[in-house]
């Protein structure tokens, strides 16, 4: 009896993959997402750019903010991202791709230098893809216990 329900919950889970949306896509698909922003992005705090770079393993983010620089790879099937602040640490985010594709939440699982007066971290960031030429990025601050956002939004330089 067991067995017929696993493989009944298996064909199930199958099926509804099948089905666009219905299952969140993994680290690649996300990674892949993210190599579709190489180049320029034009925002409120200027120019914004997204390079592939390590043979084409990782993205780098350059943010003109502080010289702000976000590096975003895949380790197994979980995409990363070391996002290297003007805070002089180095929060480590993981990855979690909305069923569309369009939004990948990065989540605060570790980093360095997080001690003492730099224990003040970036926290979270979702990154929307609104359309080809035009996204939002909304970054959490954590400092003593508070968040702080802020959103940038974005248009591809052309």
């Not at 579709?36 to 390590?54: C, D």
Request: proline share 2%; hydrophobic share 40%; glycine share 8%.
């Amino acid at each position: 009896m067991k067995t017929r329900i696993s493989i009944t919950l298996a064909v199930a889970l199958v099926l509804a993959c099948a089905v666009p949306g219905w299952c969140a896509s993994d680290g690649a698909s996300g990674f892949t997402t993210l190599k579709g922003l190489a180049g320029q992005w034009e925002g409120k705090s200027g120019i914004i750019t997204w390079k592939l770079v390590s043979g084409g393993s990782a993205m780098m983010e350059e943010m003109p903010h502080e010289s702000m620089v976000s590096m975003y790879h895949i380790d197994d099937n979980r995409l990363l991202m070391t996002h290297y602040c003007a805070a002089q640490n180095q929060p480590r985010m993981a990855a979690e791709v909305s069923a569309d594709g369009k939004t990948i939440t990065f989540s605060f699982i570790d980093g360095t230098n997080l001690t003492g007066a730099h224990k003040a971290h970036m926290h979270n960031m979702v990154l929307t893809i609104v359309d080809q030429n035009h996204i939002t990025e909304k970054w959490t601050f954590l400092a003593d216990g508070k968040e702080q956002t802020e959103t940038f939004q974005m248009t591809r330089k052309q």
